[in-house]
């Protein structure tokens, strides 16, 4: 992989990054409330959307590209118009959890949030209405997302669990159980067909959605993975972990390919461009780099 010029941004902490279909650009928030745009080819900064707002944890795009959501310790939800970053709508408020997920169905509607006290709330943000609040885990729920399918919504959690739940309905979720340590990241391929999470003790496990069972287990990290993605149209995962290592994975095999050179500091957040080889890691010292892969 080629290492592409790399921005610093003005983020500090934990940052998380999300890529912009449309204006294919990515999105970047951290600890310091910071919100940047960069172009998604050259990593060139585009926008600052907020300098000094609420610390940013966490972040999602509507499909559409019209708005994105932001979530913190704070527990409040911030709806932002993409353009002028403007608030538009905040959910959530004092007395709620905090913020440690957000994931936006694929109509927009409603907007899933995961929170440290065990509960999952579906928002219809542009109307600052909540549908509907559940307990998702024992202990704080850590990742959420919705497959983009649209029929399903994953979460995970400090209790060792991820839980697929059929979006909309009321039915006991799908429980799938195999790690034995807190699941700290979650993503959903592309075709909706799997899942990967990851714990604090290194493991990834790769799940068939459908039948939720295993497909593969392996150690991919010495200490927690601290983020994972699919990429490539669904045939690799790269995870990141707090061994300050970025690995790509074949998600059929679990074969591992060569991997970045090792970080500077523990990657958070990895984010891929539309291409599926562009890929965008974040890291605790607020340094953006975007990494080029053809091939793999």
Not at 242 to 257: H, L, N, P, Q
Not at 260 to 280: E, H, K, Y
């Amino acid at each position: 992989m080629v290492d592409v010029p790399c921005v610093a941004t003005r983020n500090t902490g934990c940052a998380v990054v999300a890529f912009h279909l449309i204006e294919k650009s990515f999105l970047s928030g951290g600890q310091d409330g910071a919100i940047e745009a960069f172009d998604g080819e050259t990593g060139e900064f585009r926008r600052s959307y907020c300098s000094d707002g609420p610390a940013v944890s966490c972040l999602a795009l509507a499909p559409h590209g019209k708005w994105f959501v932001t979530g913190g310790p704070d527990g409040v939800v911030r709806l932002r118009d993409w353009k002028f970053g403007r608030v538009l709508a905040e959910c959530g408020g004092e007395g709620t959890a905090g913020v440690a997920g957000l994931s936006v169905h694929r109509s927009g509607v409603p907007v899933a949030v995961a929170h440290v006290d065990g509960q999952v709330a579906l928002w219809d943000a542009g109307n600052r209405r909540l549908l509907r609040t559940f307990a998702a885990h024992e202990g704080p729920v850590n990742c959420v997302a919705y497959f983009p399918d649209g029929l399903k919504l994953a979460t995970a959690g400090d209790d060792h669990v991820a839980r697929i739940w059929i979006a909309g309905s009321r039915f006991e979720p799908k429980h799938l159980r195999g790690h034995r340590a807190p699941i700290v990241a979650l993503a959903v391929a592309d075709d909706s067909r799997s899942l990967a999470t990851a714990d604090r003790d290194g493991v990834v496990i790769h799940w068939d959605a459908e039948s939720g069972k295993p497909l593969r287990q392996w150690t991919a990290h010495r200490g927690a993975v601290t983020a994972l993605t699919f990429g490539d149209h669904d045939r690799r995962l790269v995870t990141a972990g707090e061994d300050r290592r970025v690995k790509v994975w074949d998600s059929a095999t679990g074969i591992e390919y060569p991997a970045l050179p090792p970080q500077r500091a523990v990657i958070r957040s990895l984010a891929f461009g539309n291409d599926g080889l562009t890929l965008a890691t974040v890291g605790d010292n607020g340094r953006l780099k975007l990494w080029h892969a053809n091939p793999w």
